[in-house]
């Protein structure tokens, strides 16, 4: 079965991405992906497993067994990892502080690309990431890149941590998405960078109900 349409959204860490495009998913009916998520919950495995990066023959033993579910439960995205509820886990201080590492690594990339693209099989999908218009699906019909100023990125992201019961400092926040800014910038391999074909949104000065209806709107056009 081939892909279905695809709409591409990619940014940096803490641009509303995820937020915004589970919104646009329930108004349009879309099936909603986070690639995001996928990457976490291999973090998160590795750090309970004590799993090193060098070490890749475990990371690829790792990849052969490791069963990661995107469920749909009641009005909420939930994350499994081998069949345990993580969503709220991956999300964690241990977890952010590890994920550019992790994402750095070839065989890791390779899989969650090649596991984005099934999962998007048959299907009408909107799914996020660092590099779904230029590496997972470069032929996506609509690509988005979604931006922000770091510092209104990391109050966005400390808003959301509070609501989850997440305790990071702003200033840690901000850190960790300077860095993983750059991380992502200049990583070898499918480095974050807008496709040469997506539209630009910068949602600094955005409410979320612009950025979801501008992006309604794009789709629609198309």
Do not use: H, W
């Amino acid at each position: 079965m081939g892909v279905g349409m695809v709409v591409a959204v990619d940014g940096p860490a803490g641009s509303g991405k995820g937020t915004i495009t589970k919104l646009v998913a329930q108004k349009l009916g879309l099936v909603y992906i986070d690639t995001g998520a996928l990457y976490r919950c291999i973090t998160l495995y590795m750090i309970r497993n004590k799993i090193d990066l060098k070490d890749i023959d475990k990371i690829q033993k790792m990849l052969e067994n490791i069963n990661i579910e995107l469920k749909k439960e009641e009005d909420s995205d939930k994350v499994y990892l081998n069949g345990e509820d993580v969503s709220i886990k991956i999300r964690e201080k241990e977890v952010n502080e590890f994920i550019p590492q992790v994402s750095n690594i070839v065989e890791i990339r390779e899989n969650i690309t090649n596991l984005s693209r099934k999962i998007a099989e048959g299907k009408e999908v909107i799914m996020e990431g660092r590099d779904i218009g230029t590496n997972v699906f470069p032929n996506a019909k609509i690509k988005i890149y979604l931006d922000a100023t770091p510092e209104e990125r990391a109050n966005r992201r400390l808003k959301q941590n509070e609501q989850e019961g997440i305790e990071i400092s702003y200033e840690d926040i901000l850190e960790n998405i300077k860095f993983r800014d750059n991380n992502d910038k200049t990583r070898k391999i499918a480095p974050l960078k807008q496709a040469e074909d997506a539209i630009y949104i910068d949602s600094t000065n955005m409410t979320i109900e612009e950025v979801t209806e501008r992006i309604v709107k794009i789709i629609k056009e198309k």
